[in-house]
């Protein structure tokens, strides 16, 4: 398989995900729903200890609301990530961060829906492997370059490496101003 062809896999996975997730939270929040009704529903009866009951267990489902929404908001950008990865090719810099934010929630997927732990942990190894590769600038490498190509892409490179040095040399002398 490819390096494109992986990170499109990665993608389609880390949109699955996303799509189970998304399924999870309306649950969780119709079970907040139901929850709330009966919590109305007891208090309009007087029974305090129901009632009690209730509200201890819809703030836990706030705080697996949370939870979701933040991992939800990861994977969203892992895969914008991914997405900026496929059409412009810069990876190993891309997806770094993304890869060790996801390691992070491994635990709250455990924790809130093992469910999809199996799949989770499959989209972390995948995304960490492509963010650990040595391959930035590699990703599109099946594209053809004539002797033309190869000559601008060269020059291109040059003009960039000379630009970044006057940046630098700017930058230090500025530095030594202050």
Do not use: H, W
Request: hydrophobic share 45%; no cysteine; net charge negative.
């Amino acid at each position: 398989m490819g390096l494109r062809a992986k990170f499109v896999e990665a993608l389609r996975k880390l949109e699955r995900t996303r799509r189970k997730l998304e399924i999870y939270m309306v649950k969780t929040e119709q079970r907040k729903k139901e929850l709330m009704d009966k919590l109305i529903e007891a208090q309009r009866k007087g029974d305090e200890m129901r009632a009690k009951i209730y509200a201890s267990e819809i703030a836990n489902l706030n705080k697996i609301l949370k939870s979701l929404m933040m991992l939800d908001v990861k994977l969203e950008q892992a895969s914008l990530k991914i997405q900026s990865v496929i059409m412009v090719g810069d990876a190993a810099f891309a997806l770094k961060p993304v890869a060790r934010d996801l390691k992070n929630l491994m635990g709250v997927v455990k924790q809130l829906i093992p469910t999809i732990e199996e799949e989770f942990e499959e989209l972390v190894d995948m995304i960490d492997d492509l963010a650990g590769s040595e391959f930035a600038g590699e990703i599109f490498a099946d594209v053809y370059l004539d002797t033309e190509a190869a000559r601008i892409l060269q020059e291109a490179k040059a003009v960039a490496e000379e630009r970044l040095k006057e940046k630098l040399e700017v930058g230090n002398a500025e530095s030594y101003k202050t």
